[in-house]
């Protein structure tokens, strides 16, 4: 764990470190609370890590039929 002092300049920004930015990239998330503010990096997800992860009911081949037709309650 590291921690740096910064000063917000006259335009309200706050340089990171180089080696910060480059581990968390460039997008931040900001959080106001009663007494502090977070600053969490902001990751956007690798969807390949959700492959996979759930199990589909095969429903046939044509699947926009068979959906259409379970809305309907089974009536056509």
Known sequence: MSMEVK???????????????KRWGNEVILIEFED?????PRRRPK?????????????G?????ELLKELAGGYE
């Open 7 to 21: 000063r917000i300049d006259s335009q309200g920004r706050i340089v990171l470190p180089k080696e910060w930015r």
């Open 36 to 40: 502090r503010i977070e600053i969490l």
């Open 47 to 59: 969807l390949s890590e959700f492959f996979d992860i759930i199990e589909v009911e095969n429903i």
């Open 61 to 65: 081949k044509d699947v926009e039929k």
